[in-house]
């Protein structure tokens, strides 16, 4: 759909940007003259009364009134507003909406695919445990049952009154501090490496690991149960992934022999 407006109009709505085109005035005149022609029987009243809409007074600007924005982008074309979107161009009609669509317009399919999962027994409740209970947890990752040994919870207490309750950032921005390198340089050394990062959780490590060590191009053999973590850092990482069957040597070497260039092999270390 498009709409078009007479040549001394037509310099009015121009972006700023498009008066240093080289293309002279009588030439962007003479489009829009030839695009009137065309579209001319393609108007209606609605992209008049759309056009009208996104024009609003600029006093800033000798000429009157300008659109609200200028449509740059095909994404802008599509959504945007009745307007010459490039210098020496005729104007494009997008469609506006009149209103914001309601709740049930918008996210009902979110309510559809919540009552199919409640139906399929999908719909998982969760439990909050209280900080004492008579219950033993077989099921958390405190592994080595530090989470309320007495040093490591005075520690928390000494570290939260000194640095507060939060590192205020992300470690890329302002959220690293001294405590976080000193805990990773302490971790380097006690497994023997070189370097060690430390991550907010398991799944933030296992996505970082898989997209550091593999890139487009290079091949990623993923055992068919690894955990939705190491999943995720195949696909995040655009690698070639080559699923083989769970515990399968022999699955695993035949992937590696159809790449020559760089590949890894990514597994979990316990299968839950």
Not at 74 to 79: A, I, K, M, P
Not at 215 to 225: C, E, F, M, T, W
């Amino acid at each position: 759909m498009s709409f078009t407006r007479r040549p001394n109009q037509w310099r009015r709505t121009l972006p700023a940007a498009a008066t240093t085109s080289s293309r002279s005035s009588s030439e962007v005149a003479s489009t829009a003259r030839a695009s009137s022609r065309v579209g001319s029987s393609r108007r209606s009243p609605l992209s008049t009364s759309v056009f009208s809409r996104s024009m609003k007074a600029d006093p800033g600007l000798p000429d009157g009134p300008r659109p609200r924005r200028v449509c740059t982008t095909e994404t802008d074309r599509r959504v945007g507003i009745a307007t010459p979107w490039a210098a020496g161009r005729a104007a494009r009609v997008c469609p506006l909406p009149t209103k914001a669509p309601g709740g049930t317009m918008a996210f009902g399919w979110i309510d559809e695919q919540a009552d199919a999962r409640r139906r399929a027994g999908l719909v998982r409740t969760l439990r909050p445990r209280p900080a004492d209970s008579p219950l033993l947890d077989l099921a958390s990752n405190d592994y080595l049952g530090l989470a309320r040994h007495p040093e490591v919870t005075e520690g928390a207490a000494r570290a939260a009154r000194t640095w507060g309750g939060g590192a205020t950032g992300s470690r890329l921005v302002t959220g690293t501090t001294e405590l976080h390198t000193e805990l990773e340089r302490e971790l380097a050394e006690f497994c023997g490496f070189e370097a060690a990062l430390v991550f907010s959780s398991g799944y933030a490590a296992n996505l970082a690991a898989v997209t550091a060590l593999a890139s487009h191009g290079s091949l990623i053999v993923s055992d068919a149960g690894n955990h939705a973590s190491l999943i995720d850092g195949c696909r995040l990482a655009r690698a070639t992934t080559q699923v083989v069957a769970h515990a399968d040597p022999e699955a695993v070497r035949k992937a590696l022999g159809t790449h020559e260039g760089a590949a890894v092999l990514v597994s979990d270390t316990v299968f839950s």
